[in-house]
């Protein structure tokens, strides 16, 4: 990217000169660049710090341990309508997404911390194209969130999880993308509430719902049909029904398709919305 | 050659439907070179202003161009050309995240300029060595001390030899030491760099020491500039008290009518005078006092304060709002826009 800029022979002189050429970079290369260097930063506070990233894990895996035998015992019984001889390919999809709404549902409180410290106003000031203030935060919690499913997994196998290896994949996929729309989401209220105070509650009220409904634990059809109409509109259940037929090996059908839609159409609207966010003039 | 140049400078909030006036409309210039100090009482739009030519804050009406861009078409381009230094005390902090180290924080801010890497690593060598932080690189900021952080911050701001760097109030909560030694870097920026520096304040003695020239802002308007000599003789004058020997009263009433003299008071036999060019005034006074055989005991000359100043154009003492060094650092920030409104909308009541 820096190639073709000549260096000034001495390091005090005034940027402008030297700088032009970069400047007429296109956008495009411009957003990218300073993604990279915004996601390298908060991935090397994360490693500096991994204690939120173990937190995050420890539920999921506790909940392997600790429920996960219980809900086997009763799908042997025959009670969920779920595998009797696989009950771990309905539960760990159901396990991913909780790590994915509460892993990155709640990095708006660090965007908090950051503006309280004046890092954000800091860099606003500086040329750096504020969406990838966004866009490589975003990046640093998918790939924590994808980490932390990988380990999940693996997890899960010792359990006696089975399931093929493409299907694995594509639920990683999809907790990436959720991950997304989450982690999104959280930073712009964060930074438009600026306060801990306030985000806490409205995150809580908002996505425990989210999850109950989703179906994470229970089949949403054991439902009566007012719940099973409730869920139907909200985004999750769409999700988390396409992972647990990646999982069981059905990659062609319409439950697929409806992930995919409602999972990328949710990240790209959530994404653009939050941008707006962080583009804005002031902040 | 101006290097910021604004006109009819404003900007309105509206809280609970009621529009505030921030700043209402600001007019500045500031040359090329210059160390421009920008006085005022919290509330009074310092901050609002420097956002504002800082692209921080959209202005609602006026017009700027800093460092040779257009404020509002060309933002990209001023902040490339400005350095900026945030407050470190109030509701945000200086801008350095707590466990990034220090040559983490400059690196990074040499790249978001899209300096090279092997520029980036000069630079910062430089300013390391230039702002006496040499062997802290490795630090995390959070183990820095108050000094050391606000000269990392000073740093940041400097990483792109900006043309003109904005510094608001730059060493407010630092102990006295750390304060001169600030200053210090401060006028070597532009001694050595010919750095333009704009800088809010609300001490006088920095004012002083720093600037070239002074803006003084309340309610969101421009109420005097000028040198801070000039200022101050232009607005008080001179205090010069002289204690005789003898009848004080005939003393007063031959300097009651010399030229220049404006207030006179008598305090037993010191008599307390506001002159107009103090020092020029003295040899004559002495002169008409001998001829009229009144001899003196002592002589003293007191410039008026920046203080004194701010009390003659405002009616109100500048410390009455500025904390004192050791005060209570949560309420000594200048409020952010939010609360300016509710500064501003508390004023009347005010005495």
């Known amino acids: 990217m820096t190639a073709t800029v000549a260096t000034p022979p001495d390091p005090t002189s005034q940027l402008d000169a030297d700088g032009q050429a970069q400047w007429q970079r296109p956008a495009l290369l411009t957003f990218l660049g300073d993604t990279v260097l915004i996601f390298r930063r908060q991935l090397r506070l994360s490693l500096r710090n991994p204690a939120w990233v173990i937190i995050g894990l420890i539920q999921p895996i506790l909940y392997l341990a600790f429920f996960g035998p219980l809900l086997a015992r009763i799908a042997k019984a025959g009670a969920l309508g779920v595998s009797a001889h696989n009950p771990y390919s309905f539960f760990v999809p159901g396990l991913l997404i909780q790590l994915g709404l509460f892993g990155a549902a709640f990095v708006g409180f660090s965007i908090i911390a950051d503006w309280r410290a004046g890092v954000i106003e800091r860099f606003r000031v500086t040329p750096v194209s504020r969406m990838a203030l966004l866009a490589g935060r975003v990046l640093r919690d998918v790939v924590t969130l994808t980490v932390q499913a990988v380990v999940l997994v693996l997890a899960g196998l010792a359990f006696g999880l089975r399931a093929p290896v493409a299907g694995v994949l594509i639920s990683i996929g999809f907790v990436a993308v959720v991950g997304v729309t989450l982690s999104a989401v959280s930073y712009a209220v964060g930074l438009l509430l600026k306060s801990e105070d306030a985000l806490a509650p409205l995150l809580n009220m908002v996505m425990v719902p989210l999850m109950l409904l989703s179906g994470i634990m229970l089949p949403m059809t054991l439902g009566p049909h007012w719940l099973r109409a409730v869920a139907k509109v909200t985004p999750f259940g769409y999700i988390i029904n396409a992972m647990r037929d990646a999982f069981a090996g059905h990659y062609f059908n319409t439950i697929m398709v409806e992930g995919i839609a409602v999972s990328i159409g949710m990240a790209i609207i959530f994404l653009w919305l939050a941008s707006r966010a962080f583009v804005k003039e002031n902040a | 050659m101006s290097i910021i140049e604004a006109q009819g400078l404003a900007r309105t909030f509206t809280a609970r439907k009621r529009k505030v006036e921030a700043v209402r409309g600001v007019d500045l210039t500031v040359g090329g070179g210059e ?48 350095g900026y230094v945030p407050q470190a005390i109030g509701v945000t902090a200086g801008g350095t995240d707590p466990n990034c180290t220090v040559s983490e924080e400059l690196t990074i801010q040499g790249r978001v300029y899209r300096m090279s890497a092997a520029d980036t690593a000069a630079r910062v060598s430089l300013l390391t060595n230039q702002l006496d932080l040499t062997g802290l690189e490795s630090r995390q900021c959070k183990t820095l001390s108050g000094g050391q952080r606000r000269r990392l911050d000073i740093a940041l701001g400097l990483i792109h030899s900006p ?44 004012a002083d020491v720093l600037c070239d020239r002074v803006l003084v802002i309340d309610h969101g308007k421009i109420i005097a500039e000028g040198v801070p000599d000039e200022l101050k003789r232009r607005i008080s004058g001179d205090v010069v008290t002289l204690s005789v020997n003898g009848d004080s009263g005939r003393a007063e009433a031959i300097l009651a009518g010399y030229p220049g003299v404006r207030e006179i008071s008598v305090d037993g036999n010191a008599i307390r005078m506001t002159v107009e060019h103090g020092e020029e005034a003295l ?20 410039r008026p304060t920046l203080d004194d100043v701010f009390l003659t154009l405002t009616g109100r003492s500048l410390r009455d709002d500025s904390p004192s060094a050791n005060g209570h650092p949560a309420q000594s920030q200048e409020p952010r826009p939010q609360d300016d409104e509710l500064a501003d909308a508390g004023r009347p009541g005010r005495s």
Not at chain 2, 47 to 58: K, Q
């Open chain 2, 163 to 206: 043309a003109v760097v904005f510094l608001d109030e730059p060493t407010t909560g630092l102990d006295p030491q750390s304060r001169s030694n600030l200053w210090e870097h401060i006028a070597s920026l532009r001694e050595k760099l010919g750095t333009t520096i704009f800088l809010t304040t609300h001490y006088l003695e920095e």
């Open chain 2, 35 to 82: 160390i421009v100090g920008f006085l005022g009482p919290n509330g009074a739009g310092k901050t609002t202003t420097l956002r504002m030519l800082t692209t921080l804050l959209r202005p609602t009406a006026g017009t700027a161009t800093v460092a040779g861009c257009d404020l509002l078409r060309d933002p990209v381009g001023v902040r490339r050309r400005i």
């Open chain 2, 283 to 302: 040899p004559g006074m002495l002169r008409t006092l001998d001829e009229d055989a009144i001899t003196l005991k002592s002589i003293q000359l007191a």
